[in-house]
């Protein structure tokens, strides 16, 4: 009967068995450790684009969404909605970007102790990372959509524009504006990340079969012994 630790943990690796297969107990920390750097650089850097054309601005505004923040146009494009009634972008999200950091740093940590963990307790380890970026796109068209389709009745031009739901990756019209949405440079290697930990799932599984069937050859032994 495994311990309480080795069910958390996994079973421990033999020394024989670890000098002889180094490489092989060596490899699934390779995504792991990836990952963790990819996760780290795209905390500083775009994780989202928006550009608004319309003839009145023949050089276009843009926005730029960092994990925690906007930067860009945010005032030019926010008075321009204030006309047609939507809320200022500024509002949206605000609990998610409070939390972006901590929650950030949190995967990284749990990333770092999945390198550690031979179960199958380190895969929910990797879970937050694996969805975050698939998260980050359904929390961004959740709020666009919720922004566009609750268009203040009381603005100025509220019977101009229908209510609306912009694209948040490719184009997109609202009346006579042209909006041009695309993935930052975080958001990329977020999902690199992200299809990286899909691809170590499948690697632990192989790294560590022999493990697992070294330790049920060992539990079938003892339990033999005992009812000998």
């Known amino acids: 009967m495994p311990s309480f630790l080795e069910k958390i943990v ?28 990819l996760i780290a650089i795209s905390l500083f850097i775009p994780y989202w684009n928006l ?39 500024d509002e949206a999200a605000q609990f998610e970007k409070s939390i972006a950091i901590a929650a950030m740093i949190g995967m990284m940590i749990c990333l770092a102790v999945a390198i550690f963990i031979r179960s199958r307790w380190a895969i929910l380890l990797a879970l937050p990372t694996i969805a975050f970026p698939f998260v980050f796109l359904a929390d961004l068209y959740y709020w666009m959509n919720k922004f566009g389709q609750n268009l203040d009745p009381t603005a100025p031009l509220s019977g101009a524009i229908k209510p609306f739901t912009p694209p948040i990756l490719g184009r997109g019209l609202v009346g006579q504006f042209e909006t041009i949405a695309w993935a930052g440079e975080g958001l990329i290697l977020a999902f690199v990340a992200s299809f990286l930990l899909m691809f170590w799932v499948l690697l632990r599984h192989w790294a560590y079969k022999p493990l697992r069937q070294l330790a049920k050859a060992n539990r079938q032994a003892t339990a033999a012994v005992s009812h000998a």
């Open 10 to 37: 996994g079973p421990r690796i033999p020394a024989e068995e670890r000098s002889r297969h180094r490489l092989r107990y060596l490899i699934p920390a390779l995504p792991l450790l990836i990952a963790i750097v």
């Open 51 to 89: 550009r608004l054309n319309a003839p009145q601005y023949p050089d276009g505004l843009t926005i730029t969404s960092y994990i925690n923040h906007l930067t860009g146009d945010v005032n030019e494009i926010d008075g321009l909605n204030h006309y047609i009634g939507m809320r200022p972008l």
